[in-house]
């Protein structure tokens, strides 16, 4: 019998924490709509998947690695804040992790071809509290990568992933 690949996808904040908020927009609704999508997609190619949070609900970040303990692979969806013109994907690896490093870089590979990237990025742990769950997944040999699909606070790009979360 063949085993499936179970992937833990986990959509960034919930609950207390809206993160980023732009143009009445809030990330966790965005997370939350990806999240459901990719799910779906996964499961659709023969993927077990398991998301960290059920609905809009808080969830520890020390919790949402745990997890995927076991399991083969984790990525966090989240949406980014910045300068009103900054656009673009990012995907990010833990700072000296191998495996989250050659994930990253597939993946961006294969979603620059539909959208604006700005490449794939080391977390060293100084830019965001938020990237602990990647520290941790690297601590326990999970590939992990981050995703920041875009930006909300560019306000055509809000749009475009407004339209995006309704297919
Ligand atoms: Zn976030």
């Known amino acids: 019998m063949k085993m499936s690949k179970c992937i833990v996808i986990d959509p960034g904040h919930g609950g207390t924490d809206p993160g980023a908020v732009a143009f009445g927009v809030k990330e966790k609704d965005l997370t939350w709509k990806y999240s459901l999508s990719l799910k779906w997609f996964l499961q659709k190619l023969g993927y077990d998947v398991i998301l960290t949070r059920w609905g809009d609900v808080s969830v520890p970040l020390g919790v949402r690695p745990q997890i995927a303990k076991g399991k083969d692979a984790f990525v966090s969806i989240h949406f980014n804040a910045g300068d009103k013109r900054a656009r673009g994907l990012e995907v990010w690896y833990h700072d000296n ?21 700005r490449g794939v ?47």
């Open 97 to 117: 992790d191998i495996k989250g490093k050659k994930f990253a870089e597939i993946v961006e590979r294969g979603i620059k071809i539909i959208t604006l990237s």
């Open 121 to 167: 990025k080391r977390d060293t742990q100084r830019y965001k509290t938020g990237f602990c769950v990647l520290r941790l997944c690297s601590a326990w040999g999970i590939p992990a990568i981050l995703v920041e699909v875009g930006f909300i606070t560019n306000e055509e790009e809000n749009k475009n992933l407004q339209v995006d979360a309704q297919r």
